[in-house]
């Protein structure tokens, strides 16, 4: 009860922003929505006149020129060649660290859509970074994982949470109940205009319950545990002995040892018609055809690890990083004429598109990422979030810092 108390205490502040993020019904993760249009007006001014941009329909990858092209800003990876003194903890492989080129830069061409060039805009200019090696989980958290945790703890994730009249005698009483996002595809094809036309507060979702009360975890004990917002990773992690990643360090993991590929695995989205990563298919947001074998979430490690055994750095379920997200990050770092060491991120946040709302770095996209709307599965792009917001298709994996 005590623990109860203390949380609900600690995350007042968090839920009075939930419920205001809710009332003005744009509560959503990426925040597209709402530069697309200024990015439209730029993209149609650069395309010269009788050119036209690839389709929603063409395939990612397929551009060798592209690809090059994005290569050319990228120095080579130099990775630390000290192997660790002490064997892998559990589920955990080691990243050897070194010196890269951090962030993605595509041209209007080949593999972009609409989609991608706002997914590349604050994932520029590509900058060197350094980071010291370290371990991470070879998958996302899973449900079992959590739910350890949860046993262990007595924890309440944000999502199970119900806000008292107490502490906002201000709210309506039906907005006074525990829930979270939950993306509900409508029944026909629908304009990408409006997130609310494919995400709801469900009341009742929670990490239990990933798309409301009518569903269970029950059989998915190796699915990636989803409802989870900043502050439940960050207890997760406290209690395992370990942390989130910095973004440099996820993106340095994600690329597995390759220099400037566009994709986790390499530059052809789907090499031999392979699909590698559980991501949209079909016509979004209404029909995911499921031609990866998946229509929705997927367990995890059910497609090909990256160059250091680890699964899932693209697709499926998006994943909480340490830093606060602010839009200049690289330009500021880039801007530095050193090398930017072990960067921990900014000390506040910044959105342009959604201003005075605090949010943490998302990285990897999920299985709703698709050409037509959101190519975050690009290993250099970038998410973001309301550190209180949680969905179905959010979750978040732990590293450990090697001992010295």
């Not at 604050?122 to 970074?129: C, S």
């Not at 695995?265 to 949209?280: I, L, Q, S, V």
Request: glycine letters at 8%.
């Amino acid at each position: 009860m005590n623990h109860r108390k203390k949380t609900r205490k600690s995350t007042a502040g968090l839920l009075s922003k939930r419920l205001l993020l809710i009332v003005v019904a744009v509560f959503i993760v990426l925040s597209i929505v709402v530069v697309s249009g200024l990015f439209l007006i730029r993209y149609q001014t650069s395309v010269p006149s009788g050119k036209t941009s690839k389709t929603a329909s063409s395939q990612p990858g397929s551009s060798q020129n592209t690809a090059e092209s994005a290569a050319s800003a990228f120095l080579p990876t130099l990775e630390n060649k000290t192997p660790p003194a002490d064997p892998s903890p559990n589920g955990m492989v080691w990243i050897p660290g070194g010196e890269f080129s951090m962030g993605s830069e595509l041209p209007s061409e080949g593999v972009c859509t609409m989609a991608t060039m706002i997914a590349v805009e604050d994932a520029k200019p590509i900058h060197r970074v350094y980071v010291d090696g370290f371990w991470m989980d070879k998958t996302v958290v899973t449900n079992e994982q959590f739910e350890k945790f949860a046993k262990a703890t007595g924890y309440k994730t944000v999502a199970e949470l119900t806000p008292s009249k107490e502490d906002f005698p201000n709210a309506p009483p039906e907005l006074l109940v525990a829930g979270s996002l939950v993306f509900t595809p409508p029944a026909e094809p629908v304009k990408l205009d409006n997130v609310a036309q494919w995400w709801s507060y469900v009341p009742g979702a929670n990490w239990r319950h990933p798309t409301g009360p009518g569903s269970n975890i029950k059989g998915k004990e190796n699915y990636p545990v989803v409802q989870i917002a900043f502050p439940d990773a960050m207890a997760y992690c406290k209690w395992a002995g370990k942390r989130l990643p910095t973004e440099a360090e996820w993106e340095f993991a994600a690329r597995g040892g390759l220099t400037g590929k566009i994709y986790v695995w390499g530059d052809e989205f789907r090499p031999d018609g392979k699909p590698m990563a559980n991501t949209f298919q079909g016509h979004f947001p209404d029909k995911d055809t499921a031609e990866d074998g998946y229509a929705g979430i997927a367990p995890v490690a059910r497609f090909p690890a990256n160059g250091y055994g680890l699964f899932d750095m693209s697709g499926n379920v998006w994943q909480w990083c340490k830093d606060w997200y602010r839009a200049d990050t690289y330009a500021e770092m880039a801007s530095k004429s050193s090398l930017a060491k072990n960067p921990q991120g900014p000390e506040t946040s910044s959105d342009p598109a959604e201003p005075g709302i605090p949010k943490r770095v998302h990285r990897g996209g999920s299985f709703l990422c698709t050409d037509q709307y959101c190519t975050r599965y690009m290993v250099g792009t970038r998410g973001k979030g309301e550190i209180s917001t949680a969905s179905n298709h959010l979750g978040f994996r732990c590293v450990q810092t090697l001992t010295k």
